[in-house]
């Protein structure tokens, strides 16, 4: 359908979906701070507002205002990466996690007091109810999950290409901001059932870009 046989409003529509799309591309810096509306570099840090789980895009100044503060509204979160090496978890540990895909993390929420297991679907984030067992017993065989700071920081997995044979599951310490990122890339690129060739192409370069610039950590599993 061309310009011309759209009916008015999708006229009106189109013109001024362009005109967002120039001013946007022209117009730097393209977000702002949440808190104090202070322009933002693409390469910005973020906050948690612990409540509603919500992410924040913040300028410096405001992300140090809560720059490891315990009792606040918000946390920063942080921005290393680890990918776990030789984290252990056998496929049965995994299944009795109750997660419906391959993908998941894992936070430990400090208002709820307990662990939150969520996974990307087409939809966006989906909470799944953790057995406490379960996840215990994982916990007790990998030590780095004592090391998750609270709120912001998660266990990340990966176990795609494991379910289908390619590849190794992976396993890393990733900053919650990095999860919601890998959510949004699949909400906006799923398509049809299977989600189509374009996500799949998305997902394999967001764990690409995590793995290179993550610290390699491996010699603590069962420690
Ligand atoms: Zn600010
Ligand atoms: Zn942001």
Known sequence: MNEETLPPFEQAFGALR????????????LEQCELC???????????????SRQILCACDACAMLFDGMEKSKYKRVPRRAQYLTDFEMTDGQW?????PINMAFFF????????????P???????????????????DGNRALSRLLP?????????VGHAHGLTRAEYYIAPIDECYKLVGLIRTNWRGLSGGADVWTEIGRFFSDLRSKADVVSGEANA
Do not use: C, K
Request: hydrophobic content about 40%; overall charge negative.
């Open 121 to 139: 679907s087409p939809a966006g984030a989906v909470e799944s109810l953790l057995p406490l067992e379960a996840w215990n017993e994982i916990a």
């Open 37 to 51: 509306s202070a322009g933002l570099a693409q390469d910005h840090p973020h906050l948690v507002e612990l409540i």
């Open 151 to 159: 709120d912001v920081e998660t266990l990340l997995v990966n176990r």
């Open 108 to 119: 430990r929420s400090s208002i709820e007091g307990r662990v939150v297991a969520l996974y």
């Open 95 to 99: 299944e009795s996690l109750l997660i």
């Open 18 to 29: 362009q005109f967002t799309r120039t001013r946007s591309s022209e117009s730097r810096p």
